[in-house]
């Protein structure tokens, strides 16, 4: 079963790009030439987006094989499918990986046994339920990025297509 998805690269220095780009072939299985602009919000750094198809789980393969890049600043979307739910990765060098499951509509759904978990720890004082429910819905990435993705209006998308 096919989904499809968009990676948004909000930010990268120049040198990682070409590396990016063979990281995401690497998942997709085809060449993969990217349209680099740069980026305002972080001058020195390039943004790029482009939409794909391809199996349900390509959103996950794509934000693993980007993670481990200090610099990059990145999201993933995917599409819900028959078989799989939609999925979001946002990924900032401060923050780390935030993954997310999405409903059909975008919403994020969050299992009950961490709306449960961020309960427990509230009642229990070592946090705040507000600010736990902000994690659990990405805001904190949410805040980190925003000015990025607001820099990247209008740029130019590319579809891709996964070769299976």
């Not at 120049?14 to 060449?31: D, F, K, Q, Y």
């Not at 740069?38 to 789980?57: D, H, I, N, Y």
Request: aromatic letters at 8%.
């Amino acid at each position: 079963m096919t989904t499809r998805g968009v990676l948004y690269v909000h930010s990268a220095p120049r040198a990682l790009c070409p590396h990016v780009e063979w990281a995401v072939a690497g998942v997709l299985g085809v060449r993969v030439s990217l349209d680099w602009i740069r980026q305002p919000a972080a001058p020195g750094t390039w943004r790029s987006e482009f939409s794909f198809k391809g199996q349900a789980g390509t959103a996950s393969k794509l934000a693993s094989a980007l993670r481990g890049w200090q610099l990059l600043r990145f999201e993933v979307t995917s599409e819900p499918c028959p078989t799989a739910e939609g999925e979001r990765y946002s990924c900032t060098p401060g923050l780390g990986i935030f993954h997310a499951v999405t409903g059909i509509h975008g919403d994020i759904m969050i299992p009950e046994d961490r709306l449960r978990a961020a309960l427990t720890r509230s009642q229990h004082g070592e946090t705040d339920l507000e600010a736990e429910i902000a994690k659990l819905l990405g805001k904190p990435w949410d805040d980190e990025l925003e000015p990025f993705r607001h820099a990247g209006e209008g740029a130019p998308v590319r579809w891709l297509h996964q070769v299976v």
